[in-house]
């Protein structure tokens, strides 16, 4: 599908900020993407148009969270999207499972096929974490982030990007901070390590919805 | 050196029962050492130069070497013919080292980890310490099975390793600020 045509996508249209979808913005997300340090990866702020957030916030907060432990990872965490009884995130992770969506990040990630989706909402409050990780499974090539709510420095929360030498990470390369209707996303390599930083405050949330574009052969 | 009640037979029996009756062989002992000799202990570590170790997909502690104090105590016929008591073998020899864990530390289970059969003593050295802080030494089997090691200082745990044995310590959260957990490792060396 010619780029032209998926921008000019009605159902894109009616949740993606226009100010997104345009050619030039496309190619430069492109070019940020692939020239990004220690992996390739890019942050769109102001994703969705703001009703649409808004929506999508309070929906998520209707629904149940399942906490989960282990020695990784410290959190709570929604089923799957299409596992859950939201008409309004069932039809999120239609947006995302469309020819459009998929076609518009392979234009951005120069990934050619995407044909499946992971979706699901999380969240993590004091002393919620998820350590260091590559995310690696052979069907995973994107993983996503959408950040619903704003963290600051003091608050953590942050996605942690790693340098890595021989196969494994070494020093912190950046950090990308949680703010409400941010995308963050980064291709999966046997070197993205990353982890979720430690979140600080007993009336702190990191809220986020996140997932895995993928190519199951 | 150890406490009294830990020389009774009829007590050592019982601790044998449940290390043999186990899920995951183990048994542990609070206030093992006498209270001047946990003291003593606490001091020694408080003053060891500790090493970093940092790789942020496996692991962030810091490791000392074990004080000679500590090496006597745990190779003396009083400790050595306590573990043999409890797991049934000619012990060897006891060796190991001192894990320090901050803000932000941790183990995480690595397949690499996976060690063979043996038998492993852990010993809490960290006064004043909170579960909720993290720094939890847990074990877990093949199937993901967890075992929690008690949380108490001067608690010794003697753990028989199983294949595909590993352990981990929880990351420790922001509520443990600037106080370090400390917590000897050591291998019973048994005999073949």
Known sequence: ?????????????????PQL????????????????????????????????????????????????ESDL?????????????????????????????????????????????????????????????????????????LYLTDLDELQGGCLTLFNSEDGRPT??????????????????????????EEVVGEDTYRVSISGWLKHDK | MINESYRNDALRHQLAQHFMNAELPSVSMFSFFSESTLEHLVDEVKGLKFVRHDNPIRYRYSTASIPAYLTELLNSDDVIEFIQSIIGKQVESINGSILRFSWKDYTILHDEEITGEGYEMIIDMTPSWEPDWGGIMAYVDGEGQVFALPVTLGAV????????????????????????????????????
């Open chain 1, 73 to 145: 990872f410290q959190l709570s965490q929604t089923d799957d999207f299409d596992n859950i009884d939201s008409p309004l995130l069932q039809e999120l992770k239609s947006l995302f499972c469309s020819e459009e969506f998929l076609q518009l990040m392979s234009h951005i990630t120069q990934i050619e096929q995407f044909n499946m989706v992971d979706m699901l909402g999380n969240v993590y409050t004091d002393t919620d974490h998820l350590l260091c990780h590559d995310d690696e499974l052979l069907d995973r090539k994107i993983a996503f982030i």
């Open chain 2, 157 to 192: 745990s003697i753990v028989q390793k199983i294949h595909p044995f590993q352990s981990f310590v929880k990351y420790i959260n922001h509520y443990a600020k600037d106080i370090d957990r400390f917590l000897v490792k050591a291998e019973i060396i048994v005999e073949r």
């Open chain 1, 171 to 196: 020093s912190v390369h950046k950090r990308i901070y949680p703010m409400i209707n941010r995308l963050a996303f980064f291709k999966v390599t046997r070197n993205s390590f990353h982890e979720v």
């Open chain 1, 21 to 68: 979808l345009t050619t030039e913005t496309i190619h430069n997300l492109s070019q940020i993407f692939s020239a990004s340090s220690p992996f390739p990866h890019a942050t769109i702020d102001n994703f969705f148009q703001e009703t649409v957030i808004d929506k999508i916030i309070e929906e998520l907060s209707q629904q149940s969270f399942y906490y989960k």
């Open chain 1, 1 to 17: 599908m010619q780029l032209q045509s998926i921008l000019s996508s009605p159902f894109l249209r009616k949740w993606l900020n």
